[in-house]
């Protein structure tokens, strides 16, 4: 082939199976984690014996350096941090410093549970982190020490969300919304957030991994988490027709903040899903409820690796992506085996 046409095949915009093209990437940096959330690692079965992943596993930061390199010549601009809990992984804020530099890369995020957070936003608005999303499902300290399986109150958390903001950061919150669990902290919640001007989103409790005992019956569908917002709050909807959002998001009308409703089980996104996912260890992922992964980390290591053979291998993985599991799932097709959330991140 010309060179020239290489060059610019290369650039242009690689599309999976559906069409999809690649911009987001999200990097599980542990799959350890401070909490024992009942909907992503209940405590019975990621207890004292679960075998976690080494630290020898996990890929080092300079590979993790050369893969983000590759996968923005695919298309990537965006970067989530996630895990496991990322702030557990040691010199995360020079490792984002060093992201920051990669050329095209435009926004790096991260999602944490926020427990450690508000003493490390100094040193993570330095680095160059540009969004926080943290995750709270509850302000009674009761029900939040119930879902996040260790008792722990939201105080901490939100002294987080607080020196986040005044950080100066971007921050959301995720709250997963579970039927009979904390339902009832959806106004609460909203009243909270809408008060700060903080970006509220409400995520349907969804069949990831194969412990939390997930049923559709204990799905709280964001059409309902909208009509109880409305009982209280006039609220309008924000056109994203443009952008690539998977989540709804609406406005109160008097100005004072957003929320969003990310509708996974009962309407989803599968068409517009353009994220690659990338757990401790190394293995590429293109569906959150996919069972096996590529693995990168025995590519970068072989003795014959070849540097310039990596955008090959992640354009022909990405290529050909058929993935559309919510989709299924609607049409009463269920996964089994499926990768675990706190291992291949949110
Ligand atoms: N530990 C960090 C945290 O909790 O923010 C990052 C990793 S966590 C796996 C990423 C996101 O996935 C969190 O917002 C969490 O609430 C969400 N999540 C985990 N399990 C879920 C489930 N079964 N349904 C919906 N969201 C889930
Ligand atoms: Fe940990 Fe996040 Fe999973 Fe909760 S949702 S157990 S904080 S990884
Ligand atoms: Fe993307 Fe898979 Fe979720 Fe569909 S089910 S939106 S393909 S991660």
Known sequence: ??????????????????????????????????????????KEVFGADYV????????????????VAAFVQLGVRKIRLTGGE?????????????????HKVEDIAMTTNG??????????KEAGLDRVTVSLDALDPE????????????????????????EGFQVKVNMVVERGVNDGEILPMARYFKQRGISLRFIEFMDVGNHNGWKMERVVSGREILETIQREFPVEPVDISSSQEV???????????????????????????????????????????????LDLKQIMRAPNYDKAQLYDQLAGHWGARKDRYSEQRTQGIQSKDKVEMSYIGG
């Not at 957070?117 to 100094?122: D, H, I, K, M, S």
């Not at 109150?153 to 987080?160: D, F």
């Open 52 to 67: 976690f992943l080494r630290k020898n596993e996990w890929l080092r930061f300079s590979e993790l350096d050369e893969l």
């Open 143 to 166: 029900i939040a020490g119930k879902m996040n399986g260790r008792g722990v109150a939201p105080r901490a958390v939100l002294a987080g969300i607080a020196a986040a903001q005044h």
């Open 86 to 102: 990322p702030l557990l992984r040691p010199g995360l804020a020079k490792y984002i410093h060093g992201l920051k530099h990669i």
């Open 115 to 124: 427990l450690r957070l508000a003493e490390r936003v100094g040193e993570l």
């Open 1 to 42: 082939m010309h060179r020239f046409l290489a060059l610019r095949l290369r650039h242009t915009m690689i599309k999976d199976q559906q069409g999809r093209g690649l911009t987001d990437l999200r990097i599980s940096l542990t799959d350890r984690c401070n909490l024992r959330c009942t909907y992503c690692m209940p």
């Open 247 to 293: 989540a709804k998001r609406y406005r109160y009308r008097d100005g004072s903040a957003e929320f969003g409703l990310i509708t996974s089980v009962t309407q989803p996104f599968c068409g517009g899903c353009t994220r690659a996912r990338i757990s401790a260890d190394g293995k590429l992922y293109t569906c959150l409820f996919a069972s096996t992964g």
